[in-house]
């Protein structure tokens, strides 16, 4: 995530669930439809999408690395696995986190809805560049 104050953080982490898991675990699945958002906060993680003949590794996350942003803010079911490489804590923000911290501190979940925009215009930008060379 951007550039949050300790005070910012600890507000999120207040409202907030950590989970942990092992190595080899799957943190979410593909076409499950629970909408959260994941902060990673120890540990490694990759992010993988189901092709026909096994997956295809879309990218590996370590601290502060975010995953379920898609399904967070479009409610419909994820489109990739995310498995433990290296044990994980990671800090789930579900609907009710987030109004919880909406009620708390508003201007901080504004900035904590643009900092993700900013990252999913990131990882478009990404993709794009991706299909480019594809196309070609």
Same mark, same amino acid.
């Given at each position: 995530?951007?550039?949050?104050?300790?005070?910012?953080?600890?507000?999120?982490?207040?409202?907030?669930?950590?989970?942990?898991?092992?190595? *080899?675990?799957?943190?979410?699945?593909?076409?499950?439809?629970?909408?959260?958002?994941?902060?990673?906060?120890?540990?490694?993680?990759?992010?993988?999408?189901?092709?026909?003949? *096994?997956?295809?590794?879309?990218?590996?996350?370590?601290?502060? *690395?975010?995953?379920?942003?898609?399904?967070?803010?479009?409610?419909?079911?994820?489109?990739?696995?995310?498995?433990?490489?290296?044990?994980?804590?990671?800090?789930?923000?579900?609907?009710?986190?987030?109004?919880?911290?909406?009620?708390?501190?508003?201007?901080?979940?504004?900035?904590?809805?643009?900092?993700?925009?900013?990252?999913?215009?990131?990882?478009?930008?990404?993709?794009?560049?991706?299909?480019?060379?594809?196309?070609?």
């Amino acid at each position: 995530m951007g550039e949050f104050s300790e005070k910012d953080l600890l507000k999120v982490y207040s409202v907030g669930k950590v989970q942990s898991f092992r190595a *080899g675990e799957i943190m979410v699945t593909e076409w499950s439809g629970e909408p959260a958002l994941y902060v990673i906060m120890e540990g490694t993680a990759e992010v993988l999408m189901p092709r026909r003949n *096994g997956w295809y590794k879309l990218a590996s996350l370590g601290p502060a *690395g975010v995953f379920g942003e898609l399904s967070f803010f479009d409610r419909l079911t994820r489109s990739a696995r995310v498995v433990v490489l290296i044990e994980c804590n990671v800090l789930k923000i579900d609907d009710h986190a987030f109004e919880s911290l909406r009620e708390i501190d508003t201007k901080l979940a504004l900035n904590l809805v643009l900092d993700l925009g900013k990252m999913l215009s990131h990882r478009l930008r990404n993709m794009n560049d991706l299909v480019r060379t594809l196309v070609r």
